[in-house]
């Protein structure tokens, strides 16, 4: 195989690695890394490489090898409402935590999966990048992480599981009985009933919460949250929940936002936008990353990453907004 070729067919894995990767992680910048030293080791090693499995499987191998390297000594990532209790409106922010602290936003098209031409392989996917089962995850130790993943995510069976990671049957099969009844006690499962796709109903509440934020019509932004809505500001440890401290805190503390600008993207398999906060000189300028959680027609989590500096550019969102500028 000439290196031009062998480059190429490495690099056709790439999306659903980064997936893997994201969801052993819990970064997207990790993930890349992650990826980036996989595809380095398996071009070093394709030589040795005696196709005894396939490609696919050899560079799961690989990938999977790098993240539990990784992933030694780390502290586990989390959310905001994973750490604490929510607060009020008048709760101060508290300082930022650093963000090896948090789960961080992937944009959708840098996991695509592979095409099996199984609607349900898509579900499944999209599923389980769910900032909420991307944090259930965190509380797994590494090796039953790799383990659900594999099992419940890629669908491999127990015995190239075993081979992967060294270990037996036996054992994969109690370290998934164990992973699978830790997801449980966190409110997350594999096998749990998947969010519909955005049919137009949800289509219709997205185009009403862009008119209604752009307007900065708080009291109607709140009919569109369900009552026990949760709204987090990584990687600040405040949170908040419900209509009465979400509203009193967009009046409030984040009244500045009054006049901003929305950019639709796409992350975590939901939908998301790039928040853009009025200038001075007219224009817009990068504020936060914004992921809805969206259940039966309402707005259950509103999740603001504000470190724009870096998530701007990963998903491909202009630096600011010009004045006049559609976009």
Not at 154 to 174: C, F, I, M, Y
Not at 305 to 323: C, M
Request: aromatic residues 6%; negative net charge.
């Amino acid at each position: 195989m000439t290196e031009q070729r062998l480059d190429e067919t490495l690099e056709a894995h790439r999306g659903e690695l980064t997936g893997h990767c994201y969801r052993m992680l819990g970064s997207a910048f990790e993930a890349d890394d992650a990826v980036q030293e996989t595809l380095v080791r398996a071009w070093r090693a394709h030589d040795r490489f005696e196709g005894r499995s396939a490609l696919r499987s050899w560079l799961y191998r690989i990938a999977t090898n790098v993240c539990l390297d990784m992933l030694q000594g780390r502290q586990r990532r989390a959310r905001p409402v994973d750490m604490a209790p929510a607060g009020t409106a008048s709760t101060p922010l508290g300082a930022p935590l650093p963000e090896s602290a948090w789960v961080m936003p992937i944009p959708d098209q840098r996991i695509a999966p592979p095409d099996t031409g199984d609607p349900a392989d898509a579900v499944v996917s999209r599923e389980t990048v769910r900032l909420a089962f991307v944090a259930a995850l965190q509380h797994l130790p590494p090796r039953q992480r790799a383990v659900l993943i594999l099992r419940e995510v890629l669908r491999w069976r127990a015995a190239e599981v075993a081979d992967l990671l060294d270990t037996s049957v036996a054992s994969v099969n109690s370290a998934l009985q164990r992973a699978r009844a830790t997801l449980a006690a966190h409110g997350a499962a594999t096998d749990a009933a998947p969010a519909p796709e955005l049919d137009e109903e949800h289509k219709d509440l997205l185009t009403r919460y862009v008119d209604i934020f752009e307007r900065y019509d708080i009291a109607a932004l709140v009919t569109l949250l369900r009552d026990d809505a949760a709204m987090t500001m990584p990687p600040f440890p405040l949170w908040l929940r419900g209509h009465d401290d979400i509203s009193a805190f967009m009046l409030g503390p984040g009244a500045k936002c009054r006049g901003s600008r929305l950019v639709p993207v796409s992350a975590n398999g939901a939908p998301a936008f790039g928040h853009y906060q009025p200038s001075e000189d007219g224009g817009h300028e990068p504020w936060a990353l914004q992921i809805l959680d969206v259940e039966d027609g309402r707005i259950t989590g509103l999740h603001c990453f504000l470190d724009t500096q870096a998530l701007f550019p990963l998903f491909g969102l202009p630096p600011r907004l010009e004045a006049g500028s559609s976009d």
